[in-house]
């Protein structure tokens, strides 16, 4: 007999593990937070990559639907200077294999994809606690409990699934973005506009960078880099969002118009976004009847492999269900030493985030995309 599996969150992690659950014919309900599907913004691109989140995809049997959200051309990347000199460019040519779409689009089709119920909404988690041989209770906000026999915490960076396994919580990186928007970019702003290009651009310096991305619609979605305590964050005003935007774009006097425009005349409010860290090659005993993916397992700073990460443990962890029907601890622990594995290999952040904004930025990034290192 397969064991049905809770899974507690509904990012792309847990709705992929879901997905692959159902295509093997195993039940799972999904428990998030969020009250509904459209409660937040689902964020901006995503590169997925040809080897983990489309081959999670591929498991999930959805790589037509995926096709069909890709967005041309985005896969072009620029380096510049704060002069807003061009230092590396690389045209799309369509041969690449990280094509980009939205990571709501993304989020949507994994959802359709779903029987009607699969998710239940608004059902935030405020603990959960072992009852022996394997189970776990799960409380929610609401003052309902869950018991199962199979718990998996999909549940991100503040896992409350976490600690039944591990000690361990994120620390900050030393890094944090600050979000920002530009919508109808070529219109508007045509100068910022040309200067990203037709896919992303970094415009990196020692400490600090500023990263934007073209989106559908003429959208520029921007992620401005500051290495710095949150101490000094938290001198910012982020709820004027004027005075909050001129006191980051401070950090970047002397930079060219049409970068720090992305700053200064942002159609939004900037938002503060701190990065966190569990530690590098994070691992755990074996305790019988529950498990993480995603960041709730190996969160990292930023370095492209996150969301194609989850989805392929998600992938994973439902294929080792359905190959282990009647022994859901032989599944688990084989999926575990795989993901714990690849979730060192591709902890490179560290190394990403001394070329992006260390002592040779943004020199470093460009050599290692030429090839020179």
Request: hydrophobic share 40%; net charge negative.
């Amino acid at each position: 007999m397969r064991t049905p599996v809770t899974i507690i969150g509904a990012g792309l992690g847990g709705l992929t593990l879901a997905r692959v659950l159902h295509v093997n014919g195993i039940a799972a309900t999904v428990y998030e937070a969020e009250p509904s599907p459209t409660a937040r913004s689902q964020g901006g691109m995503l590169d997925i990559h040809d080897y983990n989140g489309q081959i999670a995809l591929q498991a999930a049997g959805l790589r037509d639907e995926f096709r069909d959200i890709i967005l041309e051309g985005r896969q072009a990347m620029r380096i510049l200077d704060p002069a807003g000199n061009v230092l590396f460019d690389k045209a799309d040519d369509g041969t690449g294999g990280r094509p980009e779409v939205q990571r709501g689009e993304l989020r949507e089709i994994l959802l359709g994809s779903l029987p009607a119920g699969t998710v239940r909404w608004g059902r935030k988690v405020t603990g959960v606690r072992p009852l022996g041989g394997g189970r776990h209770e799960v409380a929610f906000a609401d003052g309902a409990t869950v018991t199962t026999a199979l718990l998996v915490g999909a549940d991100g960076a503040w896992s409350r699934v976490r600690p039944l396994l591990s000690e361990a919580t994120p620390e900050y990186t030393g890094t944090s973005f600050v979000e920002t928007y530009l919508f109808d970019a070529d219109a508007q702003h045509p100068a910022t506009a040309k200067a990203i290009g037709g896919g992303s651009m970094l415009a990196l310096a020692p400490g600090k960078g500023i990263q934007a991305h073209r989106e559908s619609g003429g959208t520029l979605h921007t992620y401005v880099a500051l290495r710095r305590s949150q101490g000094w964050f938290a001198d910012v005003d982020f709820t004027a969002p004027a005075e909050a935007a001129a006191r980051i774009a401070r950090e970047f006097d002397g930079w060219t118009p049409e970068l720090t425009a992305l700053i200064t005349d942002g159609d939004t409010a900037p938002i503060l976004r701190p990065l966190y860290a569990l530690p590098t090659g994070h691992r755990w005993d074996r305790v019988p009847g529950v498990t993480l993916l995603g960041d709730a397992a190996h969160l990292a700073a930023p370095n492209g492999e996150g969301a194609n990460l989850a989805m392929l443990d998600g992938a994973e962890l439902a294929t080792a269900l359905a190959a282990h029907p009647g022994d859901a601890e032989a599944a688990l622990t084989a999926y575990e030493q795989a993901m714990f594995t690849r979730g060192t290999e591709a902890a490179d952040a560290d190394r990403i985030q001394e070329l992006m904004f260390g002592d040779d930025a943004p020199h470093g990034l460009v050599a290692e995309f030429a090839g020179d290192r």
